[in-house]
């Protein structure tokens, strides 16, 4: 398959805490992107990081990607409340116009 | 501007019949993508357009088809449907600049098709 994989399935943790998810892929690499999920909803972007890029930063978001390895990670830090929901890697694979997404994980931002 | 709208956003329907769903791009974008989201595949890819042409297509059997309108707006249509089409489907639109799709996506609300 050449969706990616994420780690962990599921995450909880409490309010204020950095919440860390990795994403694996398998082949190369246009661009990879973070999206959210809230509850069966629609999906919002997060951040889109290139190829030739290594780090980003978004507010409390921070993604990394290492196209060596493979992977990347979105860091979020001090986290709310709000945050609960499911986070999606998806990479754009290079000569291809659509997005392969990762099995997702879902995080819990406790009270 | 006015979000990636999809109608309808609730659909039952019967194993057998068809169904079309639409959805309407941000204004200004060209590209719009339709991904089927269920608990046990994930996400996964049906189909691209781009000013009114399939530019991609993902793995899914011919009763899975679309189109696209002059005005960016695009329906899928679902023939002969079977249990396991029940699903949220997906719309995502983005500028979709020719030579690739290297923009964030823009996705709608979605529509929940339920097959009985």
């Known amino acids: 398959s050449q969706q990616g994989e994420e780690d962990p399935q599921a995450l909880s943790i409490q309010e204020g805490e950095n919440a860390t998810m990795n994403c694996s892929y398998k082949?190369?690499?246009?661009?990879l992107q973070w999206y959210r999920q809230n509850s069966g909803r629609g999906l919002v972007h997060l951040i889109l990081?290139?190829?030739?890029?290594r780090e980003k930063h978004s507010g409390r978001l921070r993604v990394t990607l290492d196209t060596s390895k493979k992977s990347s990670s979105l860091l979020i830090t001090a986290s709310r409340a709000a945050d609960t929901a499911s986070y999606f890697c998806a990479t754009e694979l290079t000569g291809a116009n659509n997005l392969f997404f990762g099995t997702g994980t879902r995080l819990t931002v406790i009270p | 501007k006015a979000g990636v709208t999809q109608t309808p956003r609730y659909l039952i329907k019967t194993r057998g019949q068809q169904v079309t769903l639409s959805c309407s791009p941000i204004s200004g974008h060209r590209s719009v993508s339709w991904y089927q989201q269920t608990p046990g595949q994930g996400l996964q890819f049906l189909f691209e357009?781009?000013?009114?042409?399939?530019?991609n297509k993902g793995n899914f059997p011919g009763r899975f088809s679309g189109r696209q309108f002059s005005n960016s707006r695009s329906e899928m249509n679902v023939s002969t449907l079977e249990l396991g089409d029940s699903a949220l489907y997906l719309c995502?639109?983005?500028?979709?600049?020719?030579?690739?799709?290297?923009?964030?996506?823009?996705f709608g609300p979605g529509t929940r098709l339920t097959v009985t």
């Open positions: 082949t190369s690499i246009n661009n």
């Open positions: 357009y781009f000013s009114e042409t399939q530019r």
């Open positions: 990081i290139r190829s030739n890029e």
């Open positions: 995502a639109s983005s500028p979709g600049l020719a030579g690739g799709l290297s923009y964030e996506q823009y």
